[in-house]
């Protein structure tokens, strides 16, 4: 049987020979506690910021139209929703349009954006509570408490688009019943209103025509969207809904790999610890290790030694603050610890969602600034001179 390289072999008898140095026990202790805080910091900041992001994310696609299509100036809109609703992939195509108006109640008025479409609410209004056999505007909750209106009661829109009389531009305003309330949520603005085309006609400026397309799902959408292209006319835009949320999905990765970078300098100074830990180690084996030198033991071969002790502190260090980590990530998740304020924020808990490949991203990264710091520390062994370190 061939025996162990001699690193692996003298690794164990030098880790244990630590516990008897009370200054390198600590710094050994120091380290790789310094190293499994980093590493467990990091794992929970990336679960909270995951567990986060999902339910922001989650938010605001169910409340993003999935495909939006701006026509050019004088396209034909119904012709085309039509032969686009018999594309593979499409499930439902509608026309809309969209301008800033005005809305008016018991002499309050707020400013909102108009949504005018031609068969149902779009994905934008959730949860809509409708008033059967009412037709007229659909309200945000929070704009309506705002208005003092409720279901069934008559409001003034204004519209962007004036009409010319001799005595001037005058604002075209409509009486229109609230035919029902619809959830804002906390992740957008409530100043907007969705009523039927027909009944916005006159109202809204002429401009280009736009669709809204749903599909079977988001990456169904990014897949119809190609196929979209082809069949419309030039000057079309077709919007996915990462395109509609492209900023928002930018700065969630920005903040994510800012979170990284900061949380890992604990990790980084832990690290650094290890070297004086490992320098402090070799000063007090100097003769033994100039011993081994004498003996034939290359200095490559002690450099080798050194850095499976660091990998031994440093690794074990990172393996435990991953699993703790983890373990708490779960906890946390799993019993709702981390309270939030309902009234300000979408969620009344802060979720924590553990990422498998993130954990791993977190302890190799760990593992491998260990190993340069271990490497970086054996740095001395090079210039040992085997004779004068026995006399030492």
């Known amino acids: ?60 696609l169910a409340r993003t139209p999935q495909l939006e299509i701006e026509l ?19 499930e439902f195509v509608q026309r809309f349009a969209r301008a800033r108006g005005w809305l008016l109640a018991a002499g309050v008025a707020r400013e909102v954006e108009v949504v005018a479409f031609s068969e149902r609410l779009p994905r934008s209004f959730p949860d809509a509570e409708l008033v059967a056999g009412v037709e007229g505007v659909v309200v945000g909750d929070d704009l309506a408490a705002r208005l003092g209106v409720r279901p069934g009661d008559r409001v003034e829109l204004v519209g962007a688009r004036p009409t010319l009389t001799p005595v001037g531009p005058q604002p075209r305003m409509r009486s229109l019943a609230v035919a029902g309330l619809f959830t804002s ?26 669709l809204e397309i749903a ?56 690290a650094l610890v290890l070297v004086a830990d490992l320098a402090l180690l ?55 610890l981390v309270k939030l304020p309902a009234q300000v924020y979408f969620l009344d808990y802060l979720p924590f969602a553990v990422e498998w490949l993130e954990v791993g991203t977190v302890l190799g990264v760990a593992l491998l600034l260990t190993f340069l710091c271990s490497r970086w520390g054996t740095r001395r062994l090079a210039e040992m001179r085997p004779v004068e370190a026995v006399r030492r």
């Open 1 to 60: 049987m061939r025996p162990l390289p001699l690193a692996w072999q003298l690794a164990p008898r030098f880790a244990r020979s630590t516990r008897r140095d009370a200054a390198t026990s600590f710094l050994s202790a120091v380290a790789a506690g310094g190293i499994a805080l980093g590493v467990a910091a990091l794992v929970l900041a990336l679960a909270a910021l995951s567990g986060l992001q999902q339910a922001l994310r989650a938010e605001i």
């Open 215 to 270: 599909t079977g799902g988001l990456d169904t959408a990014l897949a119809v969207a190609g196929r979209l292209r082809a069949l419309l006319p030039p000057g079309s835009v077709v919007r996915t809904w990462q395109d509609l949320n492209r900023p928002l999905f930018f700065a969630l990765h920005l903040e994510r790999a800012v979170m990284f970078a900061a949380v890992s300098l604990i990790v980084v100074v832990a």
């Open 282 to 336: 070799q000063s007090s084996r100097w003769r033994e290790l100039g011993a081994l030198a004498a003996m034939g033991a290359a200095p490559r071969e002690l450099g080798r030694l050194f850095t499976l002790l660091g990998l031994i502190v440093g690794g074990g260090g990172a393996l435990a603050g991953g699993l703790l980590g983890v373990v708490v990530a779960r906890l946390l998740d799993r019993w709702h």
């Open 185 to 210: 949520g906390r992740t957008e603005r409530g100043d907007r209103v969705a009523l039927p085309l027909d009944l916005a006609a006159g109202l809204l400026p002429a401009g280009a025509p736009q």
């Open 72 to 90: 050019p100036p004088g396209a034909d809109a119904g012709r085309l929703a039509t032969e686009l609703a018999a594309v593979d992939g499409v």
